[in-house]
C-alpha cells in the first residue's frame, strides 16, 4: 500500500497503547496463555501470542485457533486475570514520556487511539504517567460502535474537536492495524521499531516512515533532522 504523506509538523499525534507508548506485550502474552488454559484451550508458541497484541481480540485470537464460540469464554478469562494488573504492566517505554512532553510543548495536540476495551486504556493512562500528557483516549467500545482500530482513529479524531482536519494529522504506532485504520480516515502513520511488528510489517502496510527511537520520532514530526 502506499505511503500517505506525513504532515510536518502535525495538528495533532494518535498513539497506539501496547508496543507503542507501553512495553506491555510481556503481560499481555502472559495473561492470554493463562486464559486460554483455563479455558482448556491449547497455548501457542510465544511468537504466535506475540502476534495478537495490538489488534483486537476479535481479529487477533482467530490466528491462534480460538473460534468464534470460544472467543467469548476466553475473553472473560483474560479479563478477570488481566484487568486488575494492567495498569502496573503498563510501563512507558524509555523515553516515550518526555517524546510527548516535546510535541505538548511544541503546540501538538495529543490522544491515544487503541484496540484495548476504552474503559481499560483510560484507566491505564489515568493511573500511570501518561496522565501528565494525554488526557483524550478512545478504544474498543461495542456500545459506541467501536470494534477495530479504525473506528478508535475515527472517535480520537471526533474528539479532539470538529475543526481537525484529518489530513493534518498523524498515528503512531507498532502494527499494520494502525497503519491501515489510520489510512481509513487520510491519516498518515509513523511506525515505530520497538514494538510487536514483524520485520516489514509497518513498511509493507504503507507506513510513512519508521522509526527507531522515540526521539527520532520527535525529531521526524517536528522537523529537527
Given at each position: 500500500?502506499?505511503?500517505?504523506?506525513l504532515p510536518v509538523?502535525?495538528?495533532?499525534?494518535?498513539?497506539?497503547?501496547?508496543?507503542?507508548?507501553?512495553?506491555?506485550?510481556?503481560?499481555?502474552?502472559?495473561?492470554?496463555?493463562?486464559?486460554?488454559?483455563?479455558?482448556?484451550?491449547?497455548?501457542?508458541?510465544?511468537?504466535?501470542?506475540?502476534?495478537?497484541?495490538?489488534?483486537?481480540?476479535?481479529?487477533?485470537?482467530?490466528?491462534?485457533?480460538?473460534?468464534?464460540?470460544?472467543?467469548?469464554?476466553?475473553?472473560?478469562?483474560?479479563?478477570?486475570?488481566?484487568?486488575?494488573?494492567?495498569?502496573?504492566?503498563?510501563?512507558?517505554?524509555?523515553?516515550?514520556?518526555?517524546?510527548?512532553?516535546?510535541?505538548?510543548?511544541?503546540?501538538?495536540?495529543?490522544?491515544?487511539?487503541?484496540?484495548?476495551?476504552?474503559?481499560?486504556?483510560?484507566?491505564?493512562?489515568?493511573?500511570?504517567?501518561?496522565?501528565?500528557?494525554?488526557?483524550?483516549?478512545?478504544?474498543?467500545?461495542?456500545?459506541?460502535?467501536?470494534?477495530?482500530?479504525?473506528?478508535?482513529?475515527?472517535?480520537?479524531?471526533?474528539?479532539?474537536?470538529?475543526?481537525?482536519?484529518?489530513?493534518?494529522?498523524?498515528?503512531?504506532?507498532?502494527?499494520h492495524h494502525d497503519?491501515?485504520?489510520?489510512?481509513?480516515?487520510?491519516?498518515?502513520?509513523?511506525?515505530?521499531?520497538?514494538?510487536?511488528?514483524?520485520?516489514?510489517?509497518?513498511?509493507?502496510?504503507?507506513?510513512?516512515?519508521?522509526?527507531?527511537?522515540?526521539?527520532?520520532?520527535?525529531?521526524?514530526?517536528?522537523?529537527?533532522?
Amino acid at each position: 500500500m502506499a505511503a500517505l504523506t506525513l504532515p510536518v509538523p502535525p495538528a495533532a499525534v494518535l498513539l497506539d497503547l501496547d508496543g507503542t507508548l507501553c512495553d506491555s506485550a510481556d503481560g499481555i502474552i502472559a495473561h492470554l496463555a493463562m486464559a486460554l488454559e483455563a479455558v482448556g484451550l491449547p497455548i501457542p508458541d510465544p511468537a504466535a501470542l506475540r502476534a495478537c497484541v495490538g489488534p483486537s481480540w476479535e481479529q487477533g485470537l482467530p490466528h491462534i485457533g480460538v473460534s468464534a464460540e470460544a472467543m467469548p469464554a476466553v475473553r472473560a478469562a483474560y479479563r478477570l486475570t488481566y484487568d486488575d494488573a494492567a495498569p502496573s504492566l503498563a510501563v512507558p517505554f524509555p523515553g516515550m514520556l518526555d517524546a510527548l512532553a516535546e510535541l505538548t510543548d511544541a503546540g501538538v495536540a495529543l490522544a491515544v487511539a487503541t484496540s484495548k476495551p476504552e474503559y481499560l486504556a483510560a484507566r491505564i493512562v489515568a493511573e500511570g504517567p501518561l496522565a501528565t500528557v494525554v488526557d483524550v483516549v478512545v478504544g474498543w467500545d461495542p456500545d459506541a460502535g467501536r470494534y477495530t482500530k479504525a473506528d478508535s482513529v475515527r472517535g480520537a479524531l471526533e474528539r479532539l474537536g470538529p475543526d481537525l482536519d484529518p489530513a493534518t494529522a498523524a498515528m503512531v504506532g507498532d502494527r499494520h492495524h494502525d497503519v491501515t485504520g489510520a489510512a481509513a480516515h487520510g491519516v498518515a502513520t509513523v511506525g515505530v521499531a520497538w514494538g510487536c511488528a514483524e520485520p516489514g510489517e509497518l513498511e509493507d502496510a504503507g507506513a510513512a516512515a519508521v522509526v527507531a527511537t522515540p526521539a527520532d520520532l520527535v525529531a521526524l514530526l517536528l522537523d529537527r533532522g
